[in-house]
């Protein structure tokens, strides 16, 4: 009885946090994110998603960027590798630009990259020097304004994640030609937190609400099935284990950014 009324419970806090995403799509999104005292976008900003590997966009950005598109900001994509660890380059950045369009995001606004020096996969360092200078050409090239990546565990904590988070650090650090370069880090769920699903979200909100600096905002994804559809495009990568990781993630359904000082 113990064990049926522990699953009842679960199932039941699952529903109600669905629940609670659909509400928060059929009204107007109280985030604060980019907004002003209004509550409204102040202005249209130029965003730059700097990613390590194709479907990284998918599987663990995906409540930012709904968030941004759905208030007309102008998303680009920076994808550091092609994802070829396994070979298939070539067609996991075809299926990046498939994932985009189901994103909303124009196809002349992701750039994948395809460096000898940047090449995917675990124990492969990334130089942060270089991976700052690339990031930075690429805010000039589009006069991007914020740029969003993982934080410097990186979600799964893949040293890739890891080695961007660190290269858009050295970039404000460096703060190149005087520049002012606003950078916000996805917040890296612990492990419990990371495989409860949209039950997240109740956290997520009361933590960022603890915090009364607006550092940090918390995102739901207010289209769940454009996410699926977008992870679906990745095809070479749609197996079991990973239809199971978007099912069961907090990183489908919610975000917390936090702004990189």
């Known amino acids: 009885m113990t064990w049926i009324a522990l699953i009842t419970a679960v199932l039941v806090l699952w529903f109600a946090s669905l629940c609670k995403v659909f509400l928060e799509s059929m009204s107007a999104s109280k985030a604060a994110f980019l907004n002003d005292v209004a509550g409204v976008s102040s ?8 990613i390590a590997h194709p479907d990284d966009e998918s599987m663990f950005f995906a409540p930012v960027i709904n968030y941004l598109t759905s208030r007309h900001h102008n998303v680009h994509i920076l994808c550091m590798s092609t994802g070829n660890a396994d070979g298939m380059g070539s067609i996991r950045k075809e299926e990046l630009q498939l994932a985009s369009v189901v994103l909303k995001i124009p ?10 020096d940047l090449q995917d996969g675990f124990g ?8 700052a200078s690339i990031i ?9 304004d914020l740029i969003i990546t993982f934080d410097d565990y990186g979600i799964s904590g ?23 370069l606003e950078a916000w880090e996805i917040m890296s769920p612990n492990i419990v937190r990371k495989y409860i699903g949209p039950v997240d979200i109740w956290l997520s909100i009361m933590f960022s ?8 905002h918390c995102l739901l994804n207010l289209d769940l099935r454009k996410s699926y559809a977008a992870m679906a495009q990745h095809s070479s990568q749609w197996v079991w284990f ?3 990781f978007v099912t069961f993630s907090s990183c489908t359904y919610v975000s917390t950014l936090k702004k990189i000082a």
């Open 124 to 131: 492969k360092v990334w130089n942060w020097d270089l991976l």
């Open 158 to 180: 893949h040293c890739n994640h890891c080695d961007v988070h660190q290269g858009v650090r050295k970039l404000l650090h460096d703060a190149l030609g005087g520049r002012h």
């Open 136 to 144: 930075e050409e690429e805010t000039r090239t589009h006069s991007i």
């Open 43 to 50: 202005r249209r900003r130029n965003v730059l998603v700097v």
């Open 107 to 116: 196809a002349q606004q992701v750039t994948v990259l395809d460096h000898p």
């Open 209 to 216: 609400r603890l915090d009364k600096d607006g550092l940090s």
């Open 242 to 244: 990973r239809k199971l």
